[in-house]
C-alpha cells in the first residue's frame, strides 16, 4: 500500500545527542515536509522540499537540519542546538507545488523525547 | 505573515450536543482552508474550503467559509464520544500545498 512510514514511532534521547528521525514515502510525491507539534499547540513548519537535492526552511529550522537526496526519502536531524527537541514530529508529502489541499499526506509520527 | 487562529482551545460537551468550531485566518494569498482531526497521531482530512458560502457537509460534520469576514467554522451535530480529537484548521502559505500555517487547534471532549 503507498504511503509514508516515519520511524521510529517513539525515541528517547540524552541531551546533547544527535538524533535522526526518518521519513520515507512510496507515494512519488515530489514534495515532502517536516511538522513538529508541542501540546496545546498546532502543526509548524521546519523544513520543506519540492525536489530532490532542495530545501527550505520552515518557520522554525533553528536546531534542525534535513537532506533530500532521494525523492522518497526525506529524514530529520534533531540537533543538539535545539533547545527544546521534545515534541511529536509529522512528517507529509504531496505531489507537487500547486496540487489541492486534499492531497497532502501526512504519517503517523515520531514521539521524541530528551532526557 | 500567514496566522491562523482557532478557538474556543478546548471544548467538553455530552454525546448528543452540537458543537461549533471556530478559525479565523490572515493569508497573503488565499487559495483554500483546510479542517482535520487529529486523533494521537497522523492528522485526517476532513475538508477542503475555496468558496464562500457553499457548505461542505459529510455526516454530522459540515464546515463553511467566509472569505469577506476571514473566517470558517466547523459543525458537529449530535456528537459522539469517537468525535473526541483535536480539529486542526490550516491555510496553505506560498507556492507549495504542503507548506501550510495551523491554528493551534481545538480540543474536542465528548462525555457519554
Known amino acids: 500500500d503507498g504511503g509514508i512510514t516515519q520511524s521510529p514511532k517513539y525515541l528517547f534521547r540524552k541531551e546533547g545527542q544527535n538524533v535522526t528521525l526518518s521519513c520515507e514515502q512510496n507515494?512519488?510525491?515530489?514534495?515532502m515536509y517536516w511538522y513538529r507539534q508541542d501540546p496545546g499547540q498546532g502543526l509548524r513548519l521546519i523544513y520543506y522540499?519540492?525536489?530532490?537535492?532542495?530545501?527550505q526552511k520552515g518557520d522554525i529550522a533553528e536546531g534542525y537540519s534535513v537532506s533530500r537526496e532521494k525523492k522518497e526519502s526525506f529524514p530529520l536531524t534533531v540537533t543538539s542546538a535545539q533547545k527544546n527537541p521534545t515534541a511529536f514530529y509529522l512528517c507529509?508529502?504531496?505531489?507537487?507545488?500547486?496540487?489541492?489541499?486534499?492531497?497532502?499526506?501526512f504519517g503517523e509520527g515520531s514521539w521524541l523525547t530528551v532526557v | 505573515e500567514d496566522k491562523v487562529v482557532q478557538s474556543p482551545l478546548s471544548l467538553v460537551v455530552h454525546e448528543g450536543d452540537t458543537v461549533t468550531l471556530n478559525c479565523s485566518y490572515e493569508?497573503?494569498?488565499?487559495?483554500?482552508l483546510l479542517w482535520y482531526k487529529q486523533e494521537k497521531k497522523a492528522p485526517t482530512f476532513l475538508f477542503m474550503l475555496?468558496?464562500?458560502?457553499i457548505e461542505k457537509k459529510s455526516g454530522r460534520l459540515s464546515s463553511i467559509l467566509d472569505k469577506k469576514e476571514l473566517f470558517s467554522i466547523l459543525n458537529i451535530t449530535a456528537t459522539q464520544t469517537g468525535d473526541s480529537a483535536v480539529y486542526l484548521c490550516?491555510?496553505?502559505?506560498?507556492?507549495?500545498?504542503?507548506?501550510?500555517?495551523f491554528g493551534q487547534g481545538t480540543i474536542l471532549t465528548v462525555h457519554p
Open positions: 507529509a508529502s504531496s505531489p507537487r507545488a500547486g496540487g489541492t489541499g486534499n492531497t497532502i499526506y
Open positions: 507515494l512519488n510525491h515530489d514534495a
Open positions: 490550516a491555510v496553505p502559505s506560498g507556492t507549495s500545498y504542503g507548506k501550510l500555517t
Open positions: 522540499s519540492q525536489i530532490v537535492n532542495d530545501f
Open positions: 475555496t468558496s464562500s458560502g
Open positions: 493569508v497573503t494569498n488565499f487559495r483554500s
